[in-house]
């Protein structure tokens, strides 16, 4: 069963910080124990949508106990279609991000809707070092040489100002302030919001990972950033190499990075030698598609000349 505390508190953090709502579903065949769960935002006009800062819609399906697929998928497709009939209801656009394990989603598609397939890396906890690149390895050794030193925090000040060089470096902006991620972190508490800091020699905050715990035998990294004078020197490895470890002492069993949609940051996830998984997202139609039809064609055009040059 999804933890509902977790996620009422997760709900409450995008209702204060967002200013939208949380829409709550769980969706039960008659007479059956097999169920599902969604977690659904909407905005101040009542429109769905996934709040910044949001990976995922969260989904869960809950099967009987039943070593035969052909049951199991047969519930599925009972459950997805009480989603469906729920998402049908909502008014404006809707899309609907669902996490990697689920996995099959022909009854939506069945039913009209489009689906988008997206990537992201989860690797398996505990983590095996030997599984990431050489590069990652060397890197984590110089950092260690260097002096630094990786810590479970919680304060959000520090994690704050790698976040922001991060931001200022790379033109783009999490939309969260260090006032927002100390609201995160009192309402999701510590077992759920899980921040790491890397420090150098002297003391001074320079790379931050923090990750939150939706269930608790999985991770999800959330936000990260790294002070631009330290890139280079192996902290975000080393940051990450301590998550994992820190994520194995507690009971997970794997993490998920999050997108690998962009090349550049999936080059970078990919070096720890994880699992490259699908998730897709639907979306119903609407005449908005028209536009995003040509939209498309001239991105792919624009793409194939740069491709030439």
Same mark, same amino acid.
């Given at each position: ?80 279609? +009480?989603?469906? &009939?729920?998402?049908? /209801?909502?008014?404006? %656009? ?5 996490? !990697?394990?689920? =996995?099959? $989603? ?76 100390? +609201?995160?972190? &009192?309402?999701?508490? /510590?077992?759920?919001? %899980? ?5 150098? !020699?002297?003391? =001074?905050? $320079? ?103």
């Amino acid at each position: 069963m999804m933890e509902q505390t977790t996620l009422s508190k997760w709900a409450e953090f995008n209702r204060r910080r967002w200013n939208c709502r949380s829409d709550y579903h769980r969706l039960q065949l008659p007479q059956s124990e097999v169920y599902g769960e969604m977690l659904l935002f909407m905005d101040a006009k009542g429109r769905s949508y996934l709040p910044p800062q949001n990976p995922y819609h969260l989904t869960y399906f809950y099967p009987t106990a039943t070593s035969k697929a052909s049951r199991s998928n047969k519930q599925w497709h009972e459950v997805a279609n +009480l989603m469906i &009939d729920r998402l049908l /209801e909502l008014k404006g %656009r809707v899309i609907l991000h669902l996490p !990697p394990h689920i =996995e099959d $989603v022909r009854p939506f598609t069945w039913r009209g809707f489009k689906s988008d397939v997206r990537y992201t890396y989860q690797v398996e906890l505990p983590y095996q070092i030997e599984e990431a690149s050489k590069s990652i390895r060397n890197k984590i050794k110089k950092a260690s040489s260097l002096g630094y030193y990786t810590v479970k925090s919680n304060n959000m000040d520090h994690a704050y100002q790698c976040l922001i060089e991060t931001e200022q470096r790379q033109g783009f902006s999490h939309q969260l302030s260090v006032e927002d991620l100390k +609201l995160a972190q &009192d309402l999701m508490g /510590e077992e759920a919001f %899980r921040c790491y800091i890397c420090y150098s !020699p002297e003391g =001074e905050p $320079v790379s931050t990972n923090i990750s939150l715990l939706f269930h608790p035998e999985w991770a999800t990294g959330w936000i990260a950033g790294t002070k631009s004078a330290h890139l280079q020197n192996g902290v975000v490895q080393m940051l990450q190499l301590f998550e994992f470890e820190d994520l194995t002492s507690i009971g997970v069993k794997g993490f998920d990075f999050t997108g690998a949609n962009i090349e550049s940051v999936s080059n970078s996830k990919a070096s720890w030698g994880g699992d490259l998984v699908p998730y897709y997202v639907l979306r119903r139609p609407s005449f908005k598609d028209i536009a995003r039809a040509g939209i498309d064609w001239l991105q792919f055009n624009s793409k194939q000349s740069r491709g030439k040059r």
